[in-house]
């Protein structure tokens, strides 16, 4: 992996927010990526699951023209809303002697539109990881079962980047390049030649994430148009979550007590990314703000740590599920417990996919 566990332990806020996108102008990123790709001559329609799976998404294929987009969107109405929504700009945290003292609501709502700029080009960016993860999980996965599902999952990754590219550009008011956390993130699994890895680094820690921090927008927004994108989406993505879970379910019974921690450590270094991913420093440093002191302010902020938590609302019950929490002597347990996480354990999938 691009960076080791020792070196993400030791990470300050510093070190956090100076991990910027170093070729924030580039528009190709070629990344290497190992493994075989695999054909087999089995057609046999051996796996149940997959199999109503396949059904169920073959079925709920929509199109990005479905979506009502003559919805008028106003950003600065949008921010007013959220703000009110949670008791105010800054609400529940101390301003006195910050960059954010002296800030009126013309400054507030600047930040609040280019987060919402930012989020949803991070959720665009994203998408296009999902949809290249997926491709290879078909050239390299050996089961005929997970080819033809893997093959509806490209075509739903190809949507969301239509649909969050379409919204950004119709909709809001400017674009982001991908955040560093994020693009290593998709550069570790895209780079691992373990088609196991691919699975669990997107289908089940990235697609977990993206279920339960499309949810949690949802349940904020009320611009309509958004709210039917992300339903949308979101019932997606739950399938994919599935498909994970299914698939590593048969395979993680079979893999030595090494080979398990190594998915230990991969786990906790993806969800260490993910946390890190949400911190905003190019909107800090657009805005001319002082990066690691707006970090750190926001950071403390009570709806922020709330976020954050409950992004990993599905990656750890998941985790858990897998086997991974308390293999090795509980090693994953112990690290998801540093993160502050561990309160999710028992939370449901609650998309109601596993059974295909």
């Known amino acids: 992996m691009a960076t080791s566990m020792t070196r993400l332990d030791s990470l300050t806020m510093a070190d956090i927010v100076g991990e910027v996108n170093n070729a924030a102008d580039e528009v190709d990123h070629a990344v290497p990526s190992g493994g075989d790709t695999v054909f087999t001559w089995d057609y046999e329609r051996s796996r149940g699951p997959l199999v109503r799976l396949y059904e ?5 294929q929509w199109q990005a023209s479905e979506l009502p987009w003559d919805i008028d969107v106003d950003q600065e109405r949008t921010a007013l809303a959220e703000a009110a929504m949670l008791g105010g700009f800054g609400a529940g945290a101390d301003l006195t002697g910050t960059c954010f003292e002296s800030w009126t609501d013309k400054e507030w709502v600047s930040l609040s539109i280019e987060a919402q700029n930012w989020m949803l080009s ?3 960016h994203g998408e296009q990881g999902a949809l290249v993860c997926t491709a ?3 050239q390299t996965v050996p ?3 997970a080819k033809y599902y893997g093959a509806t999952q490209v075509m739903d990754e190809a949507r969301h980047v239509e649909v969050f590219a379409r919204y950004l550009d119709e909709k809001l008011s400017g674009h982001y390049q991908i955040n560093a956390h994020l693009e290593a993130l998709l550069d570790d699994i895209v780079r691992d030649s373990r088609w196991d890895v691919t699975y669990l680094g997107m289908q089940v820690l990235v697609e977990g994430l993206a279920l339960a921090a499309f949810g949690l927008i949802r349940q904020l927004a009320e611009e309509p148009l958004l709210r039917e994108l992300l339903r949308r989406v979101m019932a997606d993505e739950a399938r994919h979550v599935a498909f994970g879970m299914i698939s590593l379910s048969e395979v993680y019974g079979g893999l030595t007590a090494a080979e398990i921690h190594e998915r230990q450590v991969f786990a906790y270094e993806a969800t260490v990314r993910m946390r890190d991913r949400f911190l905003m420093q190019e909107v800090w440093e657009r805005m001319g703000t002082p990066v690691e002191e707006a970090t750190r302010l926001v950071a403390q902020m009570p709806e922020r740590q709330m976020f954050q938590q409950m992004l990993f609302a599905k990656i750890v ?3 858990s599920k897998l086997g991974l929490l308390d293999a090795g002597d509980g090693w994953l347990r112990a690290r998801f417990g540093e993160l502050g996480i561990l309160g999710f354990e028992h939370v449901g999938l609650g998309d109601g996919e596993l059974a295909g």
């Open 143 to 145: 089961w005929i079962d």
């Open 317 to 319: 019950p998941n985790c």
């Open 136 to 138: 290879k999980l078909v």
């Open 56 to 60: 169920k998404a073959k079925n709920a």
């Open 122 to 124: 991070q959720f665009l």
